[in-house]
């Protein structure tokens, strides 16, 4: 009977320290994966290297971040619709992102991404607020984006009277 109770606590610490090694396997794996989501937050690199492809996204009145993210993840441009919420929550251009027609490459970051969709609201605003009134309500304001060979982004931003 001795020989059982040896057996019988023998298998009781190996299944204890087994339970440990795989509870602390999880606990070290989960930690690995939230780190690397916290990261990718604040430093998510692009989508591709340079020049990367261009497509054109039509961001609506009314959509949430989370909508543009879905849209920006279902043509490539950002790998989780999740991670480019929390991005633009914690980013500068929090609330500020407009709707409109861009030109994204994938060569971009979600922060250049971000900078693109919120300057629009600046550059009309600027319009808006000449002294000289030189703004109608008739204005069109179009932005072109482009990357060169080196993935760096230029904006062009021009106005034109709307025909009718």
Do not use: C, W
């Not at 959509?63 to 991670?83: F, P, W």
């Not at 030109?103 to 971000?114: D, K």
């Not at 319009?127 to 760096?152: L, Q």
Request: hydrophobic share 45%.
């Amino acid at each position: 009977m001795n020989i059982k109770k040896v057996v019988f606590a023998i298998l009781k610490v190996l299944i204890t320290l087994s339970l440990i090694v795989v509870i602390m396997m999880l606990v070290y794996k989960g930690a690995i994966k939230a780190y690397d989501f916290g990261f990718r937050i604040f430093a998510e690199e692009s989508m591709s290297p340079a020049p990367g492809l261009t497509m054109s996204v039509a961001i609506v009145e009314g959509k949430s971040v989370m909508e543009i993210g879905e849209i920006l993840e279902e043509k490539g441009l950002v790998r989780s619709a999740y991670l480019f919420y929390l991005q633009e929550f914690f980013s500068f251009y929090h609330k500020k992102l407009q709707p409109g027609i861009y030109e994204l490459s994938t060569a971009m970051t979600p922060e250049e991404m971000m900078s693109i969709m919120a300057t629009v609201a600046e550059d009309e605003e600027q319009i808006d607020d000449e002294p000289n009134g030189n703004s109608a309500a008739g204005d069109v304001i179009s932005e072109n984006t482009v990357s060169d060979n080196e993935g760096e982004t230029t904006q062009n931003v021009t106005e034109g009277e709307e025909t009718e």
